[in-house]
T-cell receptor, first 113, second 114 residues
Framework: GAGVSQSPSNKVTEKGKDVELRCDPI?????LYWYRQRLGQGLEFLIY????????KSGLPSDRFSAERTGESVSTLTIQRTQQEDSAVYLC???????????FGPGTRLTVL | GDSVTQMEGPVTLSEEAFLTINCTYT??????LFWYVQYPGEGLQLLLK???ADDKGSNKGFEATYRKETTSFHLEKGSVQVSDSAVYFC?????????????WGLGTSLAVNP
């Protein structure tokens, strides 16, 4: 079946603009994760959704970052007033429940000029 | 806090050589441990995992043993192939409720030459 998909694959934006990144998880997966990978660094956890529970937002680096998820489907990660340090690959993963194997999307490469 | 340290790359080997990529961790509870692989142009894939001490994860000829006494989860393969060229990430999932957010190492790039 289809894996996790993300769009766009690449996004170039100017400093100060808002961007919206999209993640389509695997159908039936109740858990969804967003990670950020800066060049030369490991993945950083950003936010976690599990079913109808309140999301774990503990990894969001600032209030410019927010994410939403509609039910157990699509999620969007929004970055307002982008800064150059926001340049990174943003990865989405989904899993069957909160303890299942995480399946990753191909990522969105964000470049802030 | 919890953390993962893995050996720096890049690692360059000849085909059929023995591979070890070191990974050590710091965790307050009883984490699960993972190795993920990212082949060129592809997304991250789970390679193997171990959920408790002394467990051995294995897949595609790769193995890693969860060593609580040395807080390690080193990845090994007896004979690498060109197709194993990829970036390998060690990760842990803290034993903290139902949230399985992963904590990652920086990744180790492996290049296997024919």
């Amino acid at each position: 079946g289809a894996g996790v998909s993300q769009s766009p694959s690449n996004k170039v934006t100017e400093k100060g603009k808002d961007v919206e990144l999209r993640c389509d998880p695997i159908s039936g997966h109740t858990a969804l994760y967003w990670y950020r990978q800066r060049l030369g660094q490991g993945l950083e956890f950003l936010i976690y959704f599990q079913g109808n529970s309140a999301p774990d937002k503990s990894g969001l680096p600032s209030d410019r970052f927010s994410a939403e998820r509609t039910g157990e489907s699509v999620s969007t990660l929004t970055i307002q007033r982008t800064q150059q340090e926001d340049s990174a690959v943003y990865l989405c993963a989904s899993s069957l429940g909160g303890s299942g194997e995480q399946f990753f999307g191909p990522g969105t490469r964000l470049t802030v000029l | 806090g919890d953390s993962v340290t893995q050996m720096e790359g890049p690692v360059t080997l000849s085909e059929e050589a023995f591979l070890t990529i070191n990974c050590t961790y710091t965790a307050t509870g009883y984490p699960s441990l993972f190795w993920y692989v990212q082949y060129p142009g592809e997304g991250l894939q789970l390679l193997l995992k171990a959920t408790k001490a002394d467990d051995k994860g294995s897949n595609k000829g790769f193995e890693a043993t969860y060593r609580k006494e040395t807080t390690s989860f080193h990845l090994e393969k007896g004979s690498v192939q060109v197709s194993d060229s990829a970036v390998y990430f060690c990760a842990l999932s803290p034993n903290a409720g139902n949230n399985r957010k992963l904590i990652w190492g920086l990744g180790t790039s492996l290049a296997v030459n024919p």
